[in-house]
């Protein structure tokens, strides 16, 4: 692995964690949202409603993790000669 290819898989990285916490806030953003009106309405109903927004905003958090550590796999396997020739330098 070349210098400019960790850099490139590190930077994607980072994007893919300030991603994530997008998704992180907008779930809680809806969640929240949606228990205020449940409770400004008081319909039962509405209280189930945040899981119909937790459950797809869970499966997207955690494809972003997933594919994180991925990237994180990749640059600790085929980064090591970097690290090798900046340590020996």
């Given at each position: 692995?070349?210098?400019?290819?960790?850099v490139?898989?590190n930077?994607?990285?980072?994007?893919?964690?300030?991603?994530?916490?997008?998704?992180?806030?907008?779930?809680?953003?809806?969640?929240?949202?949606?228990?205020?009106?449940?409770?400004?309405?008081?319909?039962p109903?509405l209280?189930?409603?945040?899981?119909?927004?937790?459950?797809?905003?869970?499966?997207?958090?955690?494809?972003?993790?997933?594919?994180?550590q991925?990237?994180?796999?990749?640059?600790?396997?085929?980064?090591?000669?970097?690290?090798e020739?900046?340590?020996?330098?």
């Amino acid at each position: 692995m070349k210098w400019e290819e960790y850099v490139v898989h590190n930077e994607s990285i980072r994007n893919m964690e300030v991603i994530k916490e997008t998704y992180v806030i907008a779930m809680y953003t809806i969640t929240f949202a949606t228990i205020g009106i449940g409770i400004q309405v008081q319909n039962p109903i509405l209280f189930l409603l945040p899981y119909l927004v937790l459950f797809p905003f869970q499966r997207i958090i955690q494809n972003k993790n997933c594919n994180i550590q991925k990237r994180a796999a990749l640059i600790a396997v085929f980064g090591e000669d970097i690290w090798e020739k900046i340590i020996l330098k």
